[in-house]
């Protein structure tokens, strides 16, 4: 089972992700912040991380360059309400952006898609 984080500082949006990617056969972990994330994914290794763009006192693009520079290979997946951030020269570092939404559908088939190229071929 892929353990998924998810990091965002609104508490519905973590329940409502919790919940629905649970349903989905993932296992979710979550997170209000940034704060020390880097360490919480040492720890906790998840298969995937889902990182929010505008958080109080976070910017979720400098917190993908941290993720990136430590667990290179560690699919991202930006979520965000804002698709002004797709022009951001630091959101192509993510794998995939998805603007969010109530209905889950894309982040779903992204995260499958994401999670899919990370199995090595034999």
Do not use: W
């Amino acid at each position: 089972m892929a353990k998924i984080l998810v990091v965002d500082d609104e508490e519905h949006i973590r329940l409502l992700y919790s919940e629905e990617l649970s349903e989905a056969g993932y296992e979710v972990i979550t997170a209000a912040d940034g704060y020390k994330l880097t360490e919480r994914i040492e720890k906790e290794k998840p298969d995937l991380v889902i990182l929010d763009i505008k958080m109080v006192d976070y910017n979720g693009l400098d917190l993908l360059q941290e993720i990136r520079n430590k667990f290179y290979n560690l699919p991202v997946i930006l979520c965000t309400a804002y698709d002004t951030f797709k022009e951001d020269i630091k959101s192509i570092a993510a794998d995939f952006y998805v603007i969010k939404s109530f209905d889950l559908t894309e982040l779903k088939n992204k995260i499958a898609m994401a999670l899919e190229a990370e199995i090595p071929s034999t």
